[in-house]
């Protein structure tokens, strides 16, 4: 879990902060096709999946303040907040 690594984590505490990281970058490389998938991302397009559900939920995880506890609400909190 990574807001428990993160947030629990003593170790991280002072390097995994807004003072200390300069940059991030989200990075999706995918190995194998969209066979199977094509008619999917064909209706909906690969964007709007890839990056609405998944890039940006995981750039929010690696880029919010530590919510003041980890239930969904307070989460979601420091999520919009990115």
Not at 41 to 65: C, K, P, S, T, W
Request: hydrophobic share 45%; proline share 1%.
């Amino acid at each position: 879990n990574l807001l428990i690594l993160r947030f629990a984590n003593i170790c991280f505490g002072s390097l995994w902060n807004r003072h200390a990281v300069k940059a991030v970058q989200v990075i999706f490389k995918e190995e194998r096709g969209i066979e199977g998938r094509g008619g999917y991302f064909d209706q909906y397009g690969i964007i709007r999946d890839v990056m609405q559900n998944h890039l940006l939920q995981m750039m929010a995880l690696v880029a919010m303040e530590q919510p003041l506890s980890l239930s969904a609400e307070h989460i979601r909190t420091e999520k919009l907040k990115v």
